[in-house]
Every structure is written in structure tokens, then in C-alpha cells.
């Protein structure tokens, strides 16, 4: 089992740039592929992008295409997702996730850890 914890959100101005933070505890971080996910008010959580357990393979959802950047650090157990150009839309909680399975990985039921989330703002 594996626990999530985020960090790095907070208020932004359109344009700019966020970069979060997600620290898993554990010392089996490498086996989980790990996706970032947001959920704004009143819609549907909805992915955002995945790394898999090495970084070399990573997916985002069209939204994040250019935009987003995904990383890890397996020797410090962490996950980042930098964020850039910000719209206003881009407002949400966003969550990390893990999970020991293969295949899509782009689903929220694909993923079995869970972090509480970050609420990101972007002001226009």
C-alpha cells in the first residue's frame, strides 16, 4: 500500500506556471505507474496524464498536450506535474494517484491510491 500526499497548489494569474508535488511513502514507489488527475466544481474528475514506473513512457490528456509536464523521481519517491500557460479552466483540485496495473491507465478506476488533492486557482 501506498500513501499520496500533495503540495504546490495554490492562487495563479493566467500565464503563469505551477509545479505540484506529490511524495508517496513507502519504499516501493517504482512499482506503481502514477497519474495526476482534477476535478472542478460540479464536474467530473478527469485525467490529466500518467508517467509510467520508469518515466519513459508518459500519456496527457489533450488539455495538458504542451501545456503539462509530468515527472518523477523514483529516489525521492515523488511525482510532479508542472504546469504552464494556466487558464482560468485549468481551476481544480488536483489529485495524484498510483497503481500497479498496466494497460490505459487513463481512468479514475485504473487507480487504487489516492491523494486528498490540491486546489489550484487560476485568475483571469
Known amino acids: 500500500q501506498v500513501q499520496l500526499v500533495e503540495s504546490g497548489g495554490g492562487l495563479v494569474q493566467a500565464g503563469g506556471s505551477l509545479r505540484l508535488s506529490c511524495a508517496a511513502s513507502?519504499?516501493?514507489?517504482?512499482?506503481?505507474?502514477m497519474g495526476w488527475f482534477r476535478q472542478a466544481p460540479g464536474k467530473e474528475r478527469e485525467f490529466v496524464g500518467r508517467?509510467?514506473?520508469?518515466?519513459?513512457?508518459?500519456d496527457y490528456s489533450d488539455f495538458a498536450k504542451g501545456r503539462f509536464t509530468i515527472s518523477r523521481d523514483n529516489a525521492k519517491n515523488t511525482v510532479y506535474l508542472q504546469m504552464n500557460s494556466l487558464r482560468p479552466e485549468d481551476t481544480a483540485v488536483y489529485y495524484c494517484?498510483?497503481?500497479?496495473?498496466?494497460?490505459?491507465?487513463?481512468?479514475?478506476?485504473?487507480?487504487?491510491?489516492w491523494g486528498q488533492g490540491t486546489l489550484v486557482t487560476v485568475s483571469s
Open positions: 494517484a498510483a497503481t500497479t496495473t498496466t494497460g490505459r491507465m487513463t481512468r479514475v478506476h485504473d487507480y487504487a491510491y
Open positions: 508517467i509510467s514506473r520508469t518515466g519513459a513512457i508518459k
Open positions: 513507502g519504499r516501493t514507489f517504482e512499482t506503481y505507474a
